[in-house]
């Protein structure tokens, strides 16, 4: 069936010459050397793999096996396909072979042959693409015909601009018009918006990029199970999503403090590196695939932390190569460069590498890449979490009547805004001493139900917005900071 369609597609037919063994007559040749010398030869190896394991050699491996050996090792672009069915059904091998596949390439999942047939029309039309064999421009460079420059936050370009003189010394100045920067950055197509343009500035971006949003979830088991503790979906542009992800997942993952033998502030840390959940998250966002209904879900487990995105990796790079020095294919390039001159993400391929590096130094697992409908990492937590040991776990340890009305998760984020603040502070150094990033996520989650329950309080209580205000600790919120290291002192 799909030799047929891919031997009669009027499109394929002009790019692809189809092969399978059983088209081939008779040959006084060993028909291992055949299959082999093809694989060889093709630039693409589709699989099909489903319940049976085949025909076995010597070796007790079938034929199948030895073709996707062969062109996974000689770096051929390989698309494997599976047929729907439970684990039981398959050939223990055949299984196998399925859990090797998963390794190292894109893998679906289909029903019917009309699925299968849609698939592979998918993956072949993106490998054309790619290889610039059909040209049509990137989903983040095509013009948004329904946006103006109405829909353009200025304020958002003027604080990227500020953001990107500091981190990568962008040329433009602080007067520059709202056009001349999206010009500068190429975010004009023919005179009217891109994607990326909206994506990175955007007033509501979600407005003409539905699914352009992250779904952040927090289960307090290790799998997906209702109802969720905490749940959230975070919309507005790619800047804010990474910020507002990020300070969820930290506000849910242990933190560690440690002493003022340096300095007066207190140094903190997380279970999980800030760079590695920042990484994660940037990643998803900037190299998903926007033309995909799926939005960037963020789950946090007990044991866990998983960041997937509807997005594949480029057929330059393998999941195996992403464990060494690569280069960076960006899938969305225009939307990538802002976030690389706003100091998101870097140009070198090098950010799956500093995860496994930055986990390593902290005694975690090396994070777990994976592809199934899209693009998985998986960090795992540490395994001595909450077991009393000197970590200087903020969380747990005081509760019962100090605790007022703010309970659970909320009082959690209370303490540590206690634990941190020495004298008077501002908000933004408070926010700084805990690594988060999103104002509008830090003043919500953590500065307003701290000073609702009475545990700290502003030096201009009747002024807000005072230019100096600051923030101290309460005599409710003294007592909680004592006993907060009176607790750490005991483990």
């Known amino acids: 069936m799909l030799y047929n369609y891919l031997l009669t597609d009027a499109l394929f037919g002009r790019f692809f010459e189809p092969f399978i063994f059983e088209k081939l007559p008779a040959l006084g040749k060993k028909a291992k050397q055949v299959f082999l010398h093809e694989v060889s030869q093709c630039d693409i190896y589709i699989g099909l793999f489903g319940t049976e394991y085949g025909h076995e050699d010597k070796q007790g491996i079938s034929a199948t096996e030895r073709e996707f050996d062969e062109a996974v090792k000689l770096n051929k672009t390989v698309f494997v396909f599976i047929t729907s069915r439970t684990i039981k059904e398959r050939h223990s091998k055949e299984k196998r072979l399925i859990e090797k596949a998963e390794k190292e390439v894109v893998r679906k999942e289909f029903n019917s042959e009309v699925e299968l047939k849609t698939d592979v029309y998918a993956s072949l039309v993106r490998f054309l693409e790619e290889k610039e064999y059909l040209r049509n421009v990137t989903f983040d460079a095509a013009a948004c015909h329904s946006a103006t420059m109405k829909d353009v936050d200025k304020e958002k370009i003027s604080q990227f601009i500020s953001l990107a003189k500091s981190k990568r010394s962008f040329p433009l ?52 199970a209702k109802p969720i503790p905490s749940y959230q979906v975070y919309k507005g542009d790619v800047f804010q999503l990474v910020d507002q992800a990020v300070d969820f997942i930290l506000s849910k993952i242990n933190l560690q403090v440690g002493t003022r033998n340096v300095s007066t502030q207190v140094p903190v840390g997380y279970e ?13 966002v900037a190299h998903r695939d926007y033309t995909s209904t799926g939005s960037v879900q963020v789950m946090l487990f007990s ?30 390039p225009l939307l990538a460069e802002p976030m690389y001159l706003a100091g998101y993400i870097e140009r070198i391929g090098s950010g799956t590498r500093d995860m496994i590096r930055l986990c ?18 998986v960090i795992r937590r540490p395994s001595n979490d909450l077991t009393g040991q000197d970590t200087g776990q903020v969380t747990g340890g005081v509760s019962g009547g100090v ?7 909320v009082f959690e984020m209370v303490k540590r805004v206690v634990f941190v603040i020495v004298g008077e502070m501002k908000r933004t150094e408070i926010q700084k001493a805990l690594d988060l990033k999103s104002e509008d996520y830090f003043r919500v989650n953590y500065i307003i ?13 009747n002024s807000p917005n005072h230019p100096n205000q600051r923030y101290r600790l309460t005599a409710k919120g003294i007592d909680l900071k004592e006993k907060l290291v009176k607790n750490k002192r005991k483990k």
């Open 272 to 284: 999980i590196p800030m760079a590695v959940v920042t990484e994660a998250i940037v990643n998803a």
């Open 449 to 461: 139900p701290s000073l609702e329950s009475g545990y700290i309080e502003m030096t201009y209580p």
């Open 403 to 409: 605790t007022g009305e703010v309970t659970g998760e």
């Open 303 to 332: 044991d866990r932390l998983e960041v997937w995105n509807p997005g594949n990796l480029p057929p330059q790079l393998t999941l195996s190569k992403l464990r060494i020095a690569h280069g960076s294919f960006p899938p969305n």
């Open 173 to 224: 100045g602080a007067n520059s018009s709202a056009i001349d920067v999206l010009k500068h950055l190429n975010l004009m197509n023919d005179g009217r918006l891109s994607n990326a343009a909206l994506l990175l500035f955007g007033k509501k971006p979600q407005h003409f990029v539905l699914s352009s949003e992250i779904k952040c979830a927090h289960f307090h088991g290790t799998e997906v």
């Open 360 to 377: 390593k130094d902290v005694g975690l697992k090396e994070p777990e890449y994976s592809l199934n409908d899209g693009f998985k990492t």
